[in-house]
């Protein structure tokens, strides 16, 4: 393989489904030449030096980022859009109130019209990828077709992507397709579609993460949801992270949030200096994405589909998530950032130096905006991360014991209570709600509704979800405890009343004891809130102010309810089984132990 092969060369593969749909694709889309993409360092190495050589990429300053390059996106093309994307089933009904839907035929049509002759002048690349570990069964496997070399670069970072995905592919016999181009990058040609019915994706007009790397959220995510529904299993926008105590026992730990609410730092925690020395650590599994499955002891078994980061650049820095820092100063592909004079990558957040140039190329001026773009990324493959879990790569996956819902919200939602029952979780979870951020385009700082943080990403309506988490607890089964946090609250002056960063571990290990049935905890407005806990020992935090954060006030309760009622109004009746608001009568007591 890794040959640019001519149009009517043989394809290197003894899958003709494969194969065929690939000369359908170059019969539509017109390329120069075909590359099958095998993933090896000299292909990935041949990619980087075309780049590099036509401008795509910039080479990062290779005494102290070795590895590393800068690309620069087009300046209209620097994030996911959510108003461009499209859930295209037969049934309008299936797709949801939280999808824009279009009709398959309509959706062929409009992107057959747009594929047709875009990949003149330019190399179809065939890129085989695996989500998860190579010989999982939890793993599904897809291929996506670009004419992108930086998709082709990303790709082998965050997947298992090449000559193994490819020899599973043909094994199995059936694949997720996935195609893409960058047609013109004009906003007004963009579409992002999903043929969920059809196990297909079709994404045209923009480079950008989300967008572009189809591996990601298109098919880890709303592909994926579909399947998973079908075939008894969750596709989730979570972590993954383990919890090791200092007796040598890991929990691990799903956790899903909204966009930017701090997911890779949690992922990738560092543990206050005091839970250092008593022998705690954090293990890295994953940071966006879990894949689930009950096992055959009942527990929840989960993956994480991805082999790699593409985490937000701003705000990370040697205090907010020193292990991605650590990670990311090598072989590392950053997308958008700022430069310093001396060709190192920066952004908002990093440290105090000032940028010479800022993520448009331009000499930085501070009347432009920000130096590096708010959405400004890293690519890095997983297995740099200092905490990086061995388990990461068990076929088996891993065993859940908790799973905490979480969002920023200034007001209201307190730092921690766990759910009365699974039924309870899933209604904490699916009205759960966060601030917007800069992660999707759109405004800043809006209350928004985000279930399970699938808003976007969920590939079928939302009603239906609901009952197909509601689905697994039934009789043998071991499901792990359902919790929510916010690390966000702040006082009526605005300021944070929780530190944050390491020190969530707190939280995290009063989850684990309650998980291990160790400390009571009180019923509360919204669920079992904490009674033992060592949140404020050590912390240097005023304790009141840990105990506002802790607190729920009923007024601010109660408008919350108000509009958890009005939001859940929209799915109920797809998920008729769903009453969960008040706590079950066959649930769990609060205790006191
Ligand atoms: O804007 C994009 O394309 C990236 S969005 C993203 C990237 C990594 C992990 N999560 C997200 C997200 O929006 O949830
Ligand atoms: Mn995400």
């Known amino acids: 393989m890794n040959a640019v092969l001519e149009l009517d060369a043989a394809a290197p593969t003894s899958l003709s489904t494969l194969a065929s749909w690939v000369e359908e694709v170059a019969a539509l889309t017109c390329p120069d030449a075909i590359r099958w993409c095998d993933g090896s360092q000299r292909e990935y190495d041949a990619l980087l030096a075309g780049m590099e050589a036509d401008g795509t990429l910039i080479a990062l300053n290779p005494d102290t980022h070795p590895g590393c390059w800068l690309h620069?996106?087009?300046?209209?093309?620097?994030?996911?859009?959510?108003?461009?994307?499209?859930?295209?089933?037969?049934?309008?009904?299936?797709?949801?109130?939280?999808?824009?839907?279009?009709?398959?035929d309509q959706a062929h049509g409009k992107m057959d019209a747009l594929f047709a002759g875009c990949m003149r002048g330019r190399i179809l690349y065939v890129v085989p990828y695996c989500m998860g570990p190579i010989d999982s069964p939890l793993s599904r496997c897809g291929v996506e077709i670009t004419d992108s070399p930086y998709v082709v670069a990303n790709m082998r970072l965050m997947t298992r992507m090449g000559a193994q995905a490819l020899q599973r592919i043909e094994r199995e016999g059936h694949f997720v397709r996935g195609l893409h181009s960058l047609g013109e990058l004009d906003p007004d040609r963009r579409f992002i579609m999903h043929f969920p019915e059809e196990l297909s994706i079709q994404s045209y007009g923009s480079g950008y993460g989300g967008n572009a790397l189809l591996g990601k959220k298109c098919h880890a995510l709303r592909i994926a949801s579909w399947q998973a529904r079908e075939e008894g299993w969750l596709a989730e926008h979570m972590l993954i992270v383990g919890i090791e105590n200092p007796q040598g026992d890991t929990h691990y730990i799903a956790a899903a949030f909204p966009s930017a609410c701090g997911k890779t730092n949690l992922a990738m925690l560092v543990p206050p200096p005091a839970y250092r020395e008593?022998?705690?650590?954090?293990?890295?599994?994953?940071?966006?994405?879990?894949?689930?499955?009950?096992?055959?002891?009942?527990?929840?078994?989960?993956?994480?589909?991805?082999?790699?980061?593409?985490?937000?650049?701003?705000?990370?820095?040697?205090?907010?998530?020193?292990?991605?820092?650590?990670?990311?100063?090598?072989?590392?592909?950053?997308?958008?950032?700022?430069?310093?004079?001396?060709?190192?990558?920066?952004?908002?957040?990093?440290?105090?130096?000032?940028?010479?140039?800022?993520?448009?190329?331009?000499?930085?001026?501070?009347?432009n905006g920000p130096a590096a773009h708010p959405n400004a990324r890293f690519t890095v493959a997983a297995r740099q991360c200092p905490s990086w879990s061995p388990r990461a790569e068990d076929p088996q996956g891993v065993p859940i014991s908790a799973i905490v819902f979480g969002g920023r919200r200034a007001t209201t939602m307190p730092l921690v209570f766990e759910a009365r029952d699974w039924r309870h979780g899933v209604f904490v979870g699916a009205t759960m709600a966060s601030e917007?951020?800069?992660?999707?385009?759109?405004?800043?700082?809006?209350?928004?509704?985000?279930?399970?943080?699938?808003?976007?990403?969920?590939?079928?309506?939302?009603?239906?979800?609901?009952?197909?988490?509601?689905?697994?607890?039934?009789?043998?089964?071991?499901?792990?405890?359902?919790?929510?946090v916010n690390w966000f609250r702040k006082d009526a002056?605005?300021?944070?009343?929780?530190?944050?960063?390491?020190?969530?571990?707190?939280?995290?290990?009063?989850?684990?004891?309650?998980?291990?049935?160790?400390?009571?905890?009180?019923?509360?407005?919204?669920?079992?809130?904490?009674?033992e806990h060592h949140f404020a020992e050590g912390l240097g935090v005023d304790p009141d102010r840990v105990a506002l954060a802790l607190q729920v006030d009923q007024g601010e309760w109660a408008i919350e309810q108000r509009a958890q009622d009005q939001f859940w109004a929209e799915s109920r009746d797809r998920s008729a089984r769903f009453d969960a608001s008040a706590p079950s009568s066959e649930g769990e007591e609060a205790t006191e132990l």
């Open 72 to 104: 620069r996106s087009d300046p209209e093309d620097v994030a996911r859009v959510e108003h461009l994307t499209f859930v295209c089933t037969r049934d309008a009904e299936a797709a949801g109130p939280n999808n824009q839907w279009m009709a398959p």
């Open 278 to 367: 008593a022998g705690w650590k954090v293990w890295t599994v994953g940071d966006d994405i879990c894949w689930m499955r009950p096992g055959p002891d009942g527990q929840l078994w989960a993956i994480n589909p991805e082999a790699g980061y593409f985490g937000v650049a701003p705000g990370t820095s040697a205090k907010s998530n020193p292990n991605a820092l650590a990670m990311i100063q090598r072989d590392t592909i950053y997308t958008n950032v700022a430069l310093t004079d001396d060709c190192q990558p920066w952004w908002e957040g990093l440290d105090d130096r000032a940028p010479a140039f800022d993520w448009q190329g331009r000499p930085y001026d501070p009347a």
């Open 436 to 484: 917007t951020t800069a992660a999707a385009t759109g405004q800043v700082g809006l209350v928004r509704r985000d279930p399970m943080a699938m808003k976007p990403f969920c590939g079928y309506h939302f009603g239906d979800y609901f009952a197909h988490w509601l689905s697994f607890d039934e009789p043998g089964a071991r499901l792990p405890k359902i919790f929510h």
């Open 493 to 531: 002056d605005g300021n944070f009343l929780w530190p944050g960063f390491g020190e969530n571990l707190r939280v995290l290990e009063w989850i684990i004891a309650r998980v291990e049935g160790r400390v009571g905890a009180e019923d509360g407005l919204p669920g079992f809130m904490p009674l």
